[in-house]
């Protein structure tokens, strides 16, 4: 059980530049999630997925797209990379299930380090 | 909307108690939480308090709600230096399962 897993760690990118992010979990979760985390800033949302098939727009979506190819898996597109998407991108799941005591409780992945020059 | 806020940096020695403190605005949240960010590396859950409840120990951890105020907090007992992380506190948004997060405190213990 891996988890919520992110590829790549690291990316350089000039501006305009395209590039998609990867994000799987093996929890069998429905709701996924993409933020993105700059200093002094905490964590904002970009998009979320409340289930296969489904994206909705979070508190910071421009210049972003989304993609749930199923339910493991939720990508984030660069479509034409800028300077001000620089940062650290985490995906996280959530877990629903009525029994769990910390319903809704999210799990977050191990981040994606972005440099766009 | 809603809003989290925390005070950015916190500095303790090792051994002694340290407090981290939230003032969240949404007065329905259901949960709240509190998570861990070590350095370079993603955020991980450490520990959660129901609404209704104003006090969860767990282990060194003590989580404290004053839903009256809209406060919360965490205080870490004979904190050590793998302690030194930056710690956030999130609340459920009441209309959708989104957590909003705080802008995190930076724990520094020293030896």
């Known amino acids: 059980n891996a988890g919520v897993t992110q590829t790549p760690k690291f990316q350089v990118l000039k501006t305009g530049q395209s590039m998609t992010l990867q994000c799987a979990q093996d929890?069998?979760?429905?709701?996924m999630y993409w933020y993105r985390q700059d200093p002094g800033m905490g964590l904002r949302l970009i998009y979320y997925s409340a289930s296969e098939g489904t994206t909705d727009k979070g508190e910071v979506p421009n210049g972003y797209n989304v993609s749930r190819l199923n339910k493991r898996e939720f990508s984030l597109r660069l479509e034409s990379a800028a300077p001000s998407q620089t940062s650290v991108y985490f995906c996280a799941s959530v877990v629903e299930d009525q029994a769990e005591e910390a319903q809704e409780t999210q799990y977050f992945g191990p981040g994606t380090r972005l440099l766009v020059l | 909307g809603e809003d989290v806020e925390q005070s950015l940096f916190l500095s303790v020695r090792e051994g002694d108690s340290s407090v981290i403190n939230c003032t969240y605005t949404?007065?329905?949240?259901?949960?709240l939480y509190w998570y861990k960010q070590e350095p370079g590396a993603g955020l991980q859950l450490l520990t959660y308090i129901f609404s209704n409840m104003d006090m969860k120990q767990d282990q060194r951890l003590t989580v404290l709600l004053n839903k009256k105020d809209k406060h919360l907090s965490l205080r870490i007992a004979d904190t050590q230096t793998g302690d030194s992380a930056i710690y956030f506190c999130?609340?459920?948004?009441?209309?959708?399962?989104?957590?909003?997060f705080g802008t995190g405190t930076r724990l520094l213990v020293s030896p």
């Open positions: 929890m069998n979760h429905n709701s």
């Open positions: 949404d007065s329905s949240s259901t949960y």
């Open positions: 999130a609340e459920k948004d009441t209309g959708f399962q989104k957590l909003v």
